[in-house]
Antibody, heavy 122, light 107 residues
Framework: QVQLVESGGGVVQPGGSLRLSCAAS????????MHWVRQAPGKGLEWVAF????????YYADSVKGRFTISRDNSKNTLYLQMNSLRAEDTAVYYC???????????????WGQGTLVTVSS | DIQMTQSPSSLSASVGDRVTITCRAS??????LAWFQQKPGKAPKSLIY???SLQSGVPSKFSGSGSGTDFTLTISSLQPEDFATYYC?????????FGPGTKVDIK
């Protein structure tokens, strides 16, 4: 069965950096695009970034563009989110999610991990 | 960017009720619309994609409809496990955007 396990969250000071990881199993990771979605405490869902199955295309929310970088290592079945210049408003649970479409350009997210909490605070 | 709105923002309903949630896009998105269910402290769960296609394993009491800018999610007979927050999301164009959510609680 599909499993997505996020890690790397924690407390970081404003202006700091953090790298999140998402370990995938139970499907052909190299054939599917992947998303990051976040949820601030008590708030709704915010789509953050998408990377195509082979890393050839990447898309970002305006709120993180230029500060966050999505990447993947298909040999390790792992998705990453490098987060730099962190701000208090980046505080959220970060979820990785598998895209529905095989070899596609990004569509619906059909499976989600349980999330990892990032807290940006001094 | 495409803005998504949902109505109502919350509703109270009883077990067995038929519930309808509306989602509207600020511009046409064809049928590139998904619905998610989220329970407190849990990850979202995908219910519907392509506006009306049920994800594998999702019970048929959930249904979706619409195209263009106006969409609905209907739960035909509300059960205790359906009390949750529901989100719509457009994936017609980047950046993908979610609606603000509709919280369904017990009357």
């Amino acid at each position: 069965q599909v499993q997505l396990v996020e890690s790397g969250g924690g407390v970081v000071q404003p202006g700091g950096s953090l790298r999140l990881s998402c370990a995938a199993s139970g499907f052909t990771f190299s054939g599917y695009g992947m998303h990051w979605v976040r949820q601030a405490p008590g708030k709704g869902l915010e789509w953050v970034a998408f990377i195509r199955y082979d890393g050839s295309n990447k898309y970002y929310a305006d709120s993180v563009k230029g500060r966050f970088t999505i990447s993947r290592d298909n040999s390790k079945n792992t998705l990453y989110l490098q987060m730099n210049s962190l701000r208090a408003e980046d505080t959220a649970v970060y979820y990785c999610a598998k895209d529905l479409s095989y070899l596609g350009f990004g569509e619906n997210s059909d499976y989600w991990g349980q999330g990892t909490l990032v807290t940006v605070s001094s | 960017d495409i803005q998504m709105t949902q109505s109502p923002s919350s509703l109270s309903a009883s077990v067995g009720d038929r519930v309808t949630i509306t989602c509207r896009a600020s511009q046409g998105i064809s049928n590139y619309l998904a619905w998610f269910q989220q329970k407190p402290g849990k990850a979202p769960k995908s219910l519907i994609y392509g506006a009306s296609s049920l994800q594998s394993g999702v019970p048929s009491k959930f249904s979706g409809s619409g195209s263009g800018t106006d969409f609905t999610l209907t739960i035909s007979s509300l059960q205790p496990e359906d009390f949750a927050t529901y989100y719509c999301q457009q994936y017609n164009s980047y950046p993908f955007t979610f609606g603000p959510g509709t919280k369904v609680d017990i009357k």
